[in-house]
């Protein structure tokens, strides 16, 4: 009986933890205005609560959201099901598979994960590297590196059934990132 009664109150004392952490892992700031959240104003999405200073800042994150193209594709769980199908190809290319030897590849799908979600209009935003940081010191890098990676991402949107008007957009969001990428001088504008 002791021990019923021990296991009792250490599953207690962990969901109470777990649920600490979940109110905690509301934001304070509220992501439209800058200004403190209200604690009753909030609104759920992916199954994570986000607070809001007023209404009207909800109203417009939760039309942003539904009007993202995350949403559209499918949010997170399309997008992770995309990194890893996108990774699979990329590892199997000989044109570009070397320049992830010795990269931590489940950091790797984390972060890429979470790049393209902000990227594509996601809940949260891209806290990481610019592009030029991230691939400064890949040594030979080069256009026909960044073809090969777009093609394989191309590829794998198809696979996924994904519809030809949101894969333009993605391919375009993809080639907006280039010279950043490959660490070419800005385009004057």
């Not at 995350?70 to 990194?83: E, N, P, R």
């Not at 799908?109 to 610019?130: I, M, V």
């Not at 969001?173 to 504008?189: E, G, Q, Y």
Request: proline share 4%; glycine share 4%; with cysteine.
């Amino acid at each position: 009986m002791k021990f019923v009664s021990s296991l009792i109150v250490s599953c207690a004392a962990v969901l109470l933890a777990s649920s600490s952490l979940n109110a905690e892992e509301v934001n304070k700031v509220c992501p439209i205005s800058g200004k403190p959240v209200n604690p009753v104003i909030t609104t759920v999405y992916e199954g994570q609560t986000y607070a809001f200073a007023e209404d009207a800042c909800r109203a417009k994150w939760v039309a942003a959201r539904e009007s993202s193209l995350y949403h559209k594709l499918g949010g997170k769980a399309a997008i992770d099901a995309a990194v890893e199908s996108f990774y699979k190809k990329v590892l199997a290319d000989d044109r570009i598979k070397d320049f992830f030897s010795d990269i931590n590849m489940t950091a790797q799908r984390r972060k890429q994960k979470a790049f393209l979600s902000a990227a594509f209009g996601g809940p949260t935003p891209w806290t990481g590297k610019d592009m030029r940081k991230a691939h400064e010191n890949l040594p030979g890098l080069n256009e026909t590196h960044f073809n090969a990676v777009a093609e394989n991402l191309q590829k794998t949107l198809e696979e996924l059934k994904v519809p030809k008007d949101l894969i333009d957009q993605v391919m375009t969001i993809a080639a907006s990132t280039k010279d950043d990428v490959l660490n070419r001088k800005p385009k004057a504008k």
